[in-house]
């Protein structure tokens, strides 16, 4: 049976109703290029034709009585796909401010427990009813983040698309087996008794963790620390709604800033978040003098023999919002970034993975409720989660129909109202951006800033 990690089941936990915790994307098709044109039927075909390889789709959570451990994940034998995928149309005129706020409020919903974790809206009515909008179709895919993170999220995403109009469905995959109650139960009496033995891995890779954080912070190569951000408007209690915005970049003018600037890609895309934010609160009067902090998740996949489908560590960055220079602004970025991925590298790929799975299920509840009932619910810890996904680098089809860009979206968290997260396609940078509509008015202002600050560096460069 295939049980949740620590970490898949911290994310699980953490859910709450005004916390949904899914990794989306919203995927703008033009169906101008479906053999035969497009019709929901077709796509609901192609999409059945795909579940037999996809088995997040097909699996659901499992959690008997009598189990002390986590839950587990089983096929679901009665799986209906027409349980996930849905039809809407979008209200005229269709624009990406009507397409935001459908999404938006479709992604503050979180998905049921009793079924697979993920839901699929096929957004009809994209662009109004202007002849040469008539072909625009967008997709809504919503995932539990338990069953996947950004990494496994993007190789989903690579078995419902493909590089061809009319690629065959790929090969069946299997999913986890059903197992009974008793079953389920004597192997989570077995790991709990046993998890005192993860506390082997823990002790060292946390005396790690202090040693070397405390001798880098003395030496000054250390990452960003925890708990330094100043307080913004994104660092405020969330409430159940949720707004969301996207912008599409050159892919080609970041690689040029890149490349002249002698500064790594991420860095770029680092510096168009810290332009785009202190552009947006400096604006409105509400610029920190200290720089914000970004917390950067980063995958371990392949990178140890770790269980779970997260498999992630981290790193706090510096933004250098102080900065006024763009410019200067990307390579006091560049510098500082490599100096966090360094610190990070040295704690051990693998410790956020480790930490997670050394805590049991009461474990969990017990510092939740602590979290949630002190001070520490309301410090800053950071101000915003950036993540950067390496995307598909050809052009890529849906049932036929040619995907024209592809955002995708983080959860949001208590203390932590804000994610900007991006993906690389073909020639475009697609960005998504998420947060709470009492804690940023205007997302749409934050979203347009991006091109213009991609545009100065080029002037800049």
């Known amino acids: 049976m295939e049980r949740l990690s620590g970490l898949d089941a911290g994310l699980l936990y953490s859910e709450s109703s005004t916390v949904p915790l899914q990794v989306c994307s919203i995927t703008e098709l033009d169906t101008s290029t479906v053999p035969g044109g497009y019709t929901f039927e077709k796509f ?86 202007a002849a040469h909008d008539e072909h625009r179709v967008a997709v809504l895919m919503k995932v539990h983040h338990a069953a996947v993170d950004g990494v496994s999220a993007a190789n989903l995403l690579a078995q419902l698309l493909d590089t061809e109009p009319d690629a065959p469905p790929p090969d069946p995959v299997e999913a986890p087996q059903p197992a009974s109650a008793l079953e389920i139960a004597a192997d989570g009496l077995w790991r709990f008794v046993t998890r005192p033995w993860q506390l082997t891995r823990v002790v060292p890779v946390t005396a790690s963790l202090i ?47 890149k490349n002249q600037a002698e500064v790594k890609v991420n860095d770029v895309v680092m510096a168009l978040c810290a332009g785009a934010l202190r552009g947006y609160l400096e604006d409105r009067g509400e610029l920190p003098g200290k720089p914000l902090i970004a917390v950067v998740p980063a995958s371990v996949h392949g990178q140890s023999d770790r269980p779970g489908r ?31 991925k360094e610190h990070s590298g040295s ?14 299920r009461n474990a969990y509840g017990l510092l939740l409720g602590v979290l949630s009932r002190t001070s520490l619910s309301r410090a800053v810890i950071h101000n915003v989660i950036i993540s950067n996904v390496a995307g598909p680098t050809t052009t890529l089809y ?14 949001i968290f208590p203390g932590s109202g804000l994610n900007i997260t991006v993906m690389s396609m073909g020639d475009k940078l697609n960005v998504g951006i998420i947060s709470c509509p009492q804690l940023v008015e205007d997302l749409w202002d934050l979203a347009d800033r991006f091109d213009a600050e991609l545009t100065e560096l080029l002037a800049r460069c």
């Open 398 to 411: 849906s049932g036929g129909a040619q995907v024209t860009a592809l955002y995708p979206f983080g959860p």
């Open 347 to 360: 704690l051990g790929p693998t410790m956020l993975v480790d930490l997670a799975q050394s805590l049991s």
């Open 211 to 257: 040693t070397n954080t405390v001798t880098r912070a003395l030496s000054g190569t250390a990452m960003a620390a925890p708990f330094s951000a100043p307080s913004t408007p994104f660092n405020a209690p969330l409430t159940s709604e949720r707004t969301v915005a996207f912008a599409q970049l050159s892919l080609d003018d970041v690689k040029k800033v």
């Open 310 to 340: 997260n498999q992630l560590s981290g790193m706090f960055c510096s933004l250098h919002t102080d900065i006024e220079d763009p410019l200067e602004r990307l390579h006091a970025i560049g510098e500082s970034d490599q100096l966090a």
């Open 44 to 129: 609901r075909d192609q999409l059945a034709s795909r579940v037999p390889a996809i088995p997040v789709f097909r699996t659901k959570l499992e959690d008997p009585d009598l189990n002390i451990d986590h839950p587990v994940w089983v096929e679901d034998k009665d799986f209906q796909l027409s349980r996930h995928l849905n039809r809407v149309a979008l209200p005229e005129p269709g624009g990406r401010e009507e397409l935001a706020q459908l999404c938006g409020r479709l992604v503050a919903t979180p998905l049921e427990r009793s079924k697979p974790l993920w839901e699929m809206w096929v957004i009809e009515g994209v662009g109004g009813s």
